[in-house]
């Protein structure tokens, strides 16, 4: 599945109006991208079928309070009989546009019995349109039969603001940033638009055609069609389809999403696909191109007042990762706070005040436990795979049955405890069930923040579900815990993280009959870790109560259930230089007030 996966980057907002096209405010630190899983939308070549693709873009939103509103049949929009006119004007309060209606899409990808909705589709002439709809055209209710599971695309153009975390996490994920497999234009076809007309939703950039020009902030897009299988364009493309739908939206002043792919190391493709705004094709013309035959080429001007483009973000942080001090040349305390002990560099950055506090600490790559964790628990029990390890093998069935890990080396899905094959077992470094034992896999920058504190970001992109670090500190039973509080010491309590295990891999909002894994289970955590003298980069992660971080309990060189490993994964996609985050819980009677190290 991870050669079928592409990721998709936006940013956040720029202001508190919220679109469904892409934006969302937060309370991050920094104003950064976001990505999720998606194919490459590339033009359909003359002689390829059509292949697969997973378009899925979750947004976090603060707004609590969804407000939906159809356009008007009639807005002031003045039809230009010139086919490549300039746009009319329009207002500009109501730039922002999205499509399909959340209710009936979320019915149709996720109802358990989709068979009810199998054999009918209605087309319904009261859909409203972006543009008005000359009486002539309209039409009266059809009812077609129809082999397909799935109803056709939502005819409706809506314009949707101030979306809720819920409202707008779900018409996105059953939207999609881009809706077409292959091509590089996504649009709504004449007969989903009551009007008759082709209106384009999103463009993808990412330099199929050899015509293309782009600026950042301007682009000349050239139209698809005519391609062969090696992007080669061999006939003249035509006004229709996507074309049609580009010049359309140019005549009724519609912007564009405009979506930059481009190669990417540490994506699970190689390539990855930002979200970079909202733009206004403001001119079109046909032209001929470097290969000799004609392409319609479209002028696409970056509307104002967003925020910065999520593909300047992306290779601002690419830059970091190989030159730093030519980048920030200023701010830099460290360039490995390891100093060597973890196998990728952690720095540490301050450019806002002279606090080299991380420096004055031992790092700590792992836990230290005392020696009866190792000695009550007994030994932990190996298998005696020797290439890898199967589904029926002992430390398979120690985890019910299955591994938490995919191939890859993702979470699958949170668990109460996962047992990793240990220092016993026979299965190589490379096994699938060894994944949190093996370090660091990515670049990380802990850096001084006026908002947490300290905060840590990655200089990778970080697939959802990957290991980020162990949360390590030096235990402590009960009783030396409640001394150590008393001397003031800085201590974690593993058992106040907030459960976030369970929201990963929960299916129960799609599947009433899901059950939560419940095996292996373990006992109240009752102990806690002293940071105050040894600690890691996860120590200067802050707190969130929307995480896109969570803590995994891990057993691997000991079988003592009361003393796991807290292991670290990401709740989502995240992009490089987005702020990690942690939910830390709350605190219980004997612990008292909450004492991190921030």
Not at 88 to 105: A, K, M
Not at 459 to 466: E, M, R, V, Y
Not at 582 to 588: E, F, N, Q, R, V
């Amino acid at each position: 599945m991870a050669s079928l996966i592409d990721l998709n980057l936006y940013p956040d907002p720029p202001n508190t109006a919220t679109i469904a096209t892409g934006y969302a405010t937060t309370a991050a630190t920094l104003i950064t991208p976001k990505i999720e899983p998606k194919l490459e939308p590339l033009d359909q070549p003359l002689d390829v079928p059509p292949q697969p693709y997973l378009a899925s873009i979750p947004i976090p939103n603060p707004n609590p309070n969804p407000t939906f509103t159809l356009i008007p049949q009639h807005p002031t929009l003045v039809p230009d009989s010139n086919l490549f006119g300039a746009h009319p004007e329009v207002d500009q309060n109501n730039v922002y546009s999205e499509f399909h209606r959340i209710s009936e899409l979320f019915r149709t990808a996720f109802a358990k019995n989709m068979d009810k909705y199998d054999d009918i589709q209605a087309s319904d002439p009261d859909s409203q349109a972006i543009v008005s709809v000359p009486a002539e055209n309209q039409l009266s209710p059809v009812v077609v039969s129809s082999r397909r599971k799935y109803p056709a695309r939502s005819s409706e153009l809506v314009r949707v603001t101030n979306l809720g975390i819920q409202d707008e996490r779900m018409e996105l994920c059953v939207v999609g940033m881009h809706g077409q497999a292959q091509a590089g234009i996504d649009y709504l076809t004449s007969s989903q638009s009551s009007n008759g007309e082709p209106i384009a939703t999103s463009v993808i950039v990412s330099g199929g055609y050899e015509d293309d020009e782009d600026a950042g902030d301007v682009i000349v897009y050239t139209g698809h069609g005519g391609q062969d299988k090696n992007s080669r364009q061999v006939v003249h493309q035509k006004l229709e389809g996507g074309n049609l739908a580009m010049e359309r939206s140019m005549h009724y002043g519609i912007e564009v999403r405009v979506i930059r792919g481009f190669r990417y190391e540490g994506s699970a493709s190689g390539k990855v696909y930002v979200y970079d705004g909202l733009y206004k094709i403001v001119e079109a013309w046909f032209d001929v191109g470097k290969s000799g035959f004609g392409v319609f080429k479209f002028k696409l001007v970056r509307m104002e007042n967003q925020s910065e483009m999520g593909s300047a973000t992306l290779k601002f942080a690419e830059n970091l990762r190989t030159r730093p001090l030519e980048v920030r040349p200023v701010g830099y305390v460290s360039f490995d706070i390891s100093m060597n002990k973890e196998k990728a560099p952690v720095f540490l950055f301050n450019d806002i005040d002279g606090n080299h506090e991380p420096m004055y600490y031992d790092y700590l790559v792992t836990t230290v436990s005392p020696p009866f964790v190792y000695h009550l628990g007994g030994k932990a029990g190996g298998c005696n795979c020797v290439s890898g390890c199967s589904h029926d093998c002992f430390c398979a069935k120690k985890n019910g049955g299955e591994f938490a890990y995919d191939s890859n080396g993702l979470l699958v899905r949170g668990k109460p405890l996962i047992f990793e094959c240990g220092p016993h077992c026979r299965c190589p470094p490379s096994c699938q069930n060894r994944v949190s034992q093996n370090g660091l896999r990515n670049r990380f920058e802990v850096f001084r923040s006026r908002e947490t504190g300290w905060g840590v970001r990655s200089l990778d992109l970080i697939q959802a579900g990957s290991f980020i670090c162990e949360y390590t500190g030096v235990v402590l039973t009960r009783e030396q815990a409640q001394l150590f509080t008393m001397n003031g010491d800085s201590l974690v309590y593993p058992n106040r993280f907030g459960e976030r295990w369970a929201e990963w891999g929960d299916l129960s909002q799609i599947f009433s009959d899901y059950v939560r894994p419940s095996y292996p289970s373990v006992p109240p955590l009752d102990f806690a870790m002293d940071v105050s003298r040894m600690r890691n980069l996860a120590c200067y992660m802050s707190h969130s109560s929307c995480p896109n971080v969570l803590v995994q309990l891990v057993l691997y060189d000991h079988s003592n259930f009361a003393f796991p490993h807290l292991m670290l994964f990401a709740m989502e996609n995240i992009p490089p230089l987005r702020e990690l985050s942690l939910d830390y819980g709350a605190s219980d009677e004997w612990m008292g007030k909450l004492s991190i190290c921030n």
